[in-house]
């Protein structure tokens, strides 16, 4: 069973910035599609942001040009990188792993691996 772990998540004014991490089981990140997920108060989880193997990124409308997903092989680090944010960025987060082949896009059905979460909270 795969262990990821998020940290990160706060409180910020509309227009900051955070930055999470997920750390992960040592390997994950070169043989797994990964993901951040978010799910807001009282609506289902849905995908922000995927990265390949070979670290293409894919990004969920609402935070495409404001949030940045990369990896770190050596530390075995996941990192969302959150500019701009919004209220309606208020949610918590989760990190996914998909150890599966096939597409490598932020669908909540094809990840196996989740973590616990952590909290993003913006306000106005």
């Known amino acids: 069973q795969a262990q990821l772990v998020e940290s990160g998540g706060g409180s910020v004014q509309a227009g900051g910035s955070l930055r999470l991490s997920c750390a992960t089981s040592g390997g994950l990140l070169s043989t797994s599609c990964m993901a951040w997920f978010r799910q807001p108060p009282g609506k289902e989880r849905e995908g922000v942001a995927a990265?390949?193997?070979?670290?293409?990124?894919h990004y969920a409308p609402s935070v495409k040009g404001r949030f940045s997903i990369s990896k770190d092989s050596g530390t075995n680090t996941l990192f969302l990188e959150m500019n701009d944010l919004r209220p309606d960025d208020t949610a918590t987060y989760y990190c996914?792993?998909?150890?599966?082949?096939?597409?490598?896009?932020?669908?909540?059905?094809?990840?196996?691996?989740w973590g616990q979460g952590t909290q993003v909270t913006v306000s106005s």
């Open positions: 996914a792993a998909k150890r599966t082949g096939g597409y490598c896009i932020p669908l909540p059905l094809l990840f196996g691996d």
């Open positions: 990265l390949e193997i070979d670290g293409k990124p």
